[in-house]
């Protein structure tokens, strides 16, 4: 079992009243603990310190369509305009600092460069070559600056959680920023609002 999730897209018209513009589509309707708690602070298997718009509760103002009132089937909200999602670091850290228990799992890419491949649990080979390299049992947060593991074609290196990680731009909630970006052009940044609950 688990939650789902539901929102809407408002805007605020010029009597200052908020109303539905859309839905959610189903990419971000799927049920992606990772991006809930990155986006609005639901759930917590990540322990991320600072979610980007974190349990906000729902506004005052909303729209009719809005299930305002906490019950099992709409509960937890939080909202965000458009101007606070444009404005974003989506390769700012979520945390102070590496995660105690994944591990950042780097590639060669088609140009060759390293890219971020996966955040699996840190394997016990690359705990037992980490012991091997530094001289002592360390977990990836006490491995020294720039420390990092190779092994079987893969650099192991201490992971801070970004919010392009789980939420990429051009990801799932894609299709929701670029219809929030096309009503702010009619609307303005501030006057475009993404509303969201779980139950």
Not at 8 to 31: I, M
Request: hydrophobic fraction near 40%; include cysteine.
């Amino acid at each position: 079992m688990g939650a789902d999730i539901d929102g809407v897209v408002e805007v605020r018209e010029r009597d200052g009243r908020w109303r539905f513009a859309l839905g959610l589509p189903e990419s971000a309707l799927v049920r992606d603990r990772h991006a809930r708690e990155v986006l609005f602070g639901y759930g917590g298997a990540l322990q991320v310190e600072r979610p980007l718009f974190d349990l906000r509760g729902c506004p005052d103002d909303v729209s009719d369509v809005v299930p305002s009132t906490c019950e099992e089937l709409h509960h937890s909200h939080s909202y965000a305009t458009w101007a606070e999602i444009a404005a974003v670091d989506w390769d700012g850290p979520l945390c102070d600092g590496p995660d105690g228990n994944h591990i950042g799992e780097w590639r060669p890419g088609p140009d060759g460069s390293l890219v971020l491949h996966d955040v699996p649990w840190t394997p016990v080979e690359v705990l037992d070559a980490a012991e091997e390299l530094f001289g002592e049992d360390l977990m990836p947060p006490e491995w020294p600056a720039g420390g990092e593991v190779h092994r079987n074609g893969a650099v192991y290196r201490p992971v801070t959680w970004t919010p392009r990680m789980f939420v990429p731009p051009d990801g799932a909630w894609s299709p929701v920023w670029t219809a929030m970006r096309e009503l702010a052009t009619a609307h303005g940044d501030e006057n475009v609002r993404l509303v969201v609950w779980f139950g």
